[in-house]
């Protein structure tokens, strides 16, 4: 079974339980679901649905966010991942979001601040190094050069 035909599995499998009882929590897995096969609006409309049930079901609210950002709307994107950073200011998703999202509206400032953040959970990630590099910021642009560099070596050594 490949991986799409898995998730059409599990679509049939989360649409039967969401349409069983709507006002549930499956309206999460339901979204997801929906965003690995790229059908965004559909997630997007059945995590706002979901949410209106469960507001502070903050799991939710970031899926949202990072759905909103990956079609585009960096504006609601950022508010989402704002909402969840408020109840859990580590959610590495939210950050994620927020750090991207800010870069998007030109809030630079912000967009550090988030990356610095989510640097302490996931120290190597290549992201959120390169965009501290690419912006400036000295302690980051040294740790993003031995990250890269140690990783190319690392490779050369593999094969």
Partial sequence: MDFKEKNLELLDYYS??????????????????????????????????????????????????????????????????????????????????????????????KAQSFAQAFLKHCPEDKEALYFLAEKSVPEYKLSFKKVTLLKNLLQKIQK
């Fill in 16 to 109: 039967h339980l969401y349409k069983k009882n709507p006002r549930s929590k499956y309206f999460v897995p339901l979204a997801e679901v929906h965003r690995s096969l790229d059908n965004l609006e559909t997630a997007s409309e059945v995590l706002e649905k979901g949410l209106k049930w469960h507001p502070n079901y903050f799991i939710g609210r970031a899926l949202l966010s990072q759905i909103y950002y990956q079609r585009g709307h960096f504006t609601k994107a950022h508010i989402e991942s704002q909402k969840v950073l408020e109840h859990d200011k580590n959610n590495l998703t939210a950050l994620r979001i927020a750090m991207l999202s800010s870069a998007k509206l030109n809030k630079h400032e």
